[in-house]
């Protein structure tokens, strides 16, 4: 707000269903869907698909629990419901009416097989 933008403070899924059909650009998470029940992460995703406009974004960076140690230090947070694996994530994203998902690690070589054993999130 300091520096002029709107924001504000709101659930996630209330605020997604308050907005209008296709009114949303993109939408970013950040250490977000793996603190949702699993109930609740699927009503995520199909708000976030009603939201978004056509060629709309949805960004959701998780913990990525294919390395032994991202999978252990996932648990230190009491909070964390439950790791979602990256092929679950782009399954869910597919059952949630979108038409394409990717995985992508941002600290990774770029090489998916190789990154999904070490790059610590997606």
Excluded: M
Excluded at 64 to 93: M, Q, R, Y
């Amino acid at each position: 707000r300091e520096k002029g933008h709107a924001a504000e403070k709101a659930d996630a899924l209330e605020w997604l269903a308050a907005q209008a059909e296709g009114s949303i650009g993109a939408i970013f998470s950040a250490q977000v869907i793996e603190h949702l029940p699993p109930r609740d992460l699927t009503r995520l995703l199909e708000l976030a698909h009603r939201a978004l406009r056509p060629g709309g974004v949805l960004i959701a960076e998780t913990v990525n629990p294919h390395p032994i140690g991202s999978f252990k230090a996932f648990w230190v947070d009491l909070t964390h419901t439950s790791p979602i694996f990256p092929e679950v994530a782009v399954a869910l994203c597919g059952l949630a009416g979108f038409s394409s998902a990717e995985v992508v690690f941002p600290v990774g070589t770029g090489r998916l097989e190789e990154d999904r054993w070490v790059a610590g999130e997606y």
